[in-house]
């Protein structure tokens, strides 16, 4: 287990290498001069000379990249050019925010995903299973940030139940859970019938195996057959999905965060791309695949865990 | 011959079900709007009328029109070309990139491998649509671009995809056989383990047009994809978002044709899977 848990976290460190020297090669990949990308064409002859130098673009890619590395690794990942602050002040308050609103979307997304998909699977064929399954299918493709609109021209603009939007902390202004409602609700709900589709075939696929078979011929009642033999079994690929699900909540929080006008990370990064703020949106990009990356490694040690195959492949 | 007789037994297949008649029949309307949107829009997509502007649904205007007097219904149909393009382009983009990368990977193995591996893992790390907004904010956004980045940003799953194929077929006594022959490299793979692996890119290409167009709409919602006056879903949702008390269809319909057409895309291609995978027929 030691090795497994050892080898992976060396992938893991070789791709966030990779990654690092991508995301710090997006200035470079600018097409045109980088300066002027990045503060228009109008901008005085020192301020141009500041930034060049700033940029270190008078030296050569490897040592930029390994400068850029060791400020990065010491969490100074430059100036921000529309805030004119450190980028790492800048993230610091909104980090949390987008941080909360996945985990917190997470946490509800998945026992709702996986009693659904039970559900689901435990009726297949019945009406009940076409509904659930319908319904998944339907939410899976629905765009998000259209969603989000919707549910507050109805619930906030139409029947005024709750606040359209803006975000506060709970302690700070006791508005700030009534505000936390939609976009939760709106986040969770992807998550939910992702994992309620994903449940649903893996506990399909371990229904059919002759050990079920096995466990209901022997007169163990229904019930103890699927939540006990066949779930526990049936988690196992759901487990993967669940990696991946946090990171697509990070991302779709970038659009529930620009409709509910919740200042976290997603609105931080649109705005640092249209105004063409580099620096903010390396340190954005690099955030969230150190968290992405985190994760999937938490997921592959847990999936290791409760399938011990996986070590010895 | 024979190909003819599989081309026809692959769409009795495909057609057997009625859910996946009826969303082909969906698309293909979807399609018909796009190619002849100059015959079916009832007005000019980008022409203002300062006297009209913001007007809930009526008879001259079905579905209203936008805050600059624009037909939402017209602008809704020259939406379908730009989502269909760049969700058609994205998707040959990807499977082109990534088909070649994952059957050079799987075939020549050793470093090549570990490094096409590793670097597409590096890619996966970050959610696509995050790689898409950092690849827009450096190349700038327009149908073109747009295509390329989210062709780019999804393409490791056909490395994947296609590594894994290349790793099966490989150890086939045909491929062997032609080794042994003489034949080249890439003769090999693009004459014989390609046109062999050619049922999993349909069903991953099919599948995956309908994430594309959404990941479009999402972009030009958050304003980095199509901009104005060019009319797209998402852009539209985006501009209406500010007028929903005065006219609500006006960013809420483009939205449903966005979910109709992805869901009908989607289901299409769990139709292509299921013909293609002969273990799946007849299952849900």
């Known amino acids: 287990m030691k090795g497994y848990i050892a080898k992976r976290t060396g992938q893991m460190l070789l791709v966030v290498f990779l990654l690092s020297i991508f995301i710090f090669l997006l200035v470079s990949m600018i097409p045109g001069d980088p300066v002027y990308a990045m503060l228009g064409e109008e901008v005085s002859q020192e301020?141009?000379?500041?930034?060049?130098?700033?940029?270190?673009?008078?030296?050569?890619?490897i040592v930029r990249y390994f400068s850029w590395l060791a400020d990065a690794l010491r969490g100074d990942l430059g100036e921000s050019t529309q805030f004119h602050?450190?980028?790492?002040?800048?993230?610091?308050?909104?980090?949390?925010?987008?941080?909360?609103?996945?985990?917190?979307?997470?946490?509800?997304?998945?026992?709702?995903?996986?009693?659904?998909?039970?559900?689901?699977?435990?009726?297949?064929?019945?009406?009940?299973?076409?509904?659930v399954t319908l319904i998944a299918n339907v939410t899976a493709c629905l765009p998000q940030f259209w969603f989000a609109l919707l549910i507050m021209f109805v619930f906030a603009m139409k029947l005024g139940w709750l606040p359209s939007y803006g975000f506060d902390w709970p302690w700070v202004n006791s508005m700030g859970w009534k505000q936390m409602i939609m976009p939760l609700f709106c986040l969770s709900l992807g998550g939910i019938a992702s994992t309620t589709r994903q449940t649903r075939s893996s506990m399909l696929e371990v229904i059919r195996q002759d050990y079920i078979r096995t466990a209901r011929s022997k007169g163990i009642a229904n019930n103890k057959v699927i939540y006990l033999h066949a779930l526990k079994n049936a988690l196992?690929?759901?487990?993967?999905?669940?990696?991946?699900?946090?990171?697509?909540?990070?991302?779709?929080?970038?659009?529930?965060?620009?409709?509910?006008?919740?200042?976290?990370?997603?609105?931080?990064?649109?705005?640092?791309?249209?105004?063409?703020?580099?620096?903010?949106?390396?340190?954005?990009?690099?955030?969230?695949?150190?968290?992405?990356?985190?994760?999937?490694?938490?997921?592959d040690i847990l999936y290791a865990v409760v399938d011990p195959r996986v070590r010895f492949e | 011959?024979?190909?003819?007789?599989?081309?026809?037994?692959?769409?009795?297949?495909?057609?057997?079900?009625?859910?996946?008649?009826?969303n082909a029949i969906i698309v293909l309307l979807f399609i018909f709007l796009a190619l002849f949107a100059p015959f079916v829009a009832p007005y000019d997509p980008d022409k203002p009328d300062f006297a009209a502007f913001?007007?809930?649904?009526?008879?001259?205007?079905?579905?209203?029109?936008?805050?600059?007097?624009?037909?939402?219904?017209?602008?809704?149909?020259?939406?379908?070309r730009v989502s269909l393009i760049?969700?058609?382009?994205?998707v040959v983009v990807a499977c082109a990139i990534g088909t070649v990368l994952g059957m050079i990977a799987g075939y020549f193995g050793g470093w090549i491998d570990d490094l096409i591996t590793r670097l597409m893992e590096a890619v996966r790390a970050v959610p696509q649509i995050i790689l898409a907004m950092a690849l827009t904010a450096v190349f700038g956004s327009g149908i073109k671009n747009l295509a390329i980045i989210l062709g780019i940003s999804s393409m490791a799953g056909y490395v994947r995809m296609m590594r894994g194929q290349v790793l099966t077929i490989k150890q086939a006594d045909y491929i062997m056989a032609g080794k042994l022959q003489g034949n080249k490299d890439f003769r090999l793979m693009f004459r014989h383990i390609l046109p062999n692996s050619i049922s999993p890119i349909i069903v991953m290409m099919t599948q995956q047009v309908g994430s594309t167009i959404l990941a479009e709409a999402g972009l030009s919602f958050l304003g980095l994809g199509i901009s104005a006056p060019t009319a797209s879903w998402g852009s539209m949702v985006s501009e209406g978002r500010n007028y929903l008390m005065d006219n609500p269809v006006f960013a809420l319909i483009p939205g449903v044709c966005v979910a109709i057409l992805v869901i009908s895309l989607n289901m299409l291609g769990d139709g292509v899977r299921d013909a293609l995978d002969p273990r799946l027929r007849g299952e849900a």
């Open chain 2, 1 to 22: 011959m024979k190909d003819t007789k599989n081309i026809k037994k692959f769409f009795k297949t495909v057609f057997a079900r009625k859910v996946t008649i009826i």
């Open chain 2, 86 to 90: 760049i969700g058609v382009l994205a």
């Open chain 2, 54 to 80: 913001l007007q809930m649904p009526s008879t001259a205007h079905f579905l209203g029109t936008d805050n600059f007097g624009r037909d939402v219904l017209s602008r809704i149909i020259y939406g379908t």
């Open chain 1, 236 to 299: 196992i690929p759901v487990i993967t999905i669940l990696g991946m699900r946090l990171g697509n909540l990070i991302a779709g929080s970038m659009f529930v965060e620009s409709v509910f006008n919740i200042p976290g990370m997603g609105s931080l990064m649109v705005k640092a791309i249209q105004s063409r703020d580099i620096p903010v949106v390396q340190a954005c990009v690099l955030a969230i695949a150190l968290v992405s990356c985190l994760v999937n490694l938490a997921t």
């Open chain 1, 85 to 131: 602050m450190k980028t790492s002040e800048v993230l610091a308050s909104r980090i949390p925010i987008t941080l909360f609103f996945s985990i917190a979307a997470f946490i509800i997304s998945v026992p709702f995903g996986i009693l659904f998909g039970v559900i689901s699977a435990v009726n297949r064929g019945k009406p009940l299973d076409t509904v």
């Open chain 1, 47 to 61: 301020e141009y000379d500041r930034v060049f130098h700033e940029l270190k673009l008078d030296q050569p890619v």
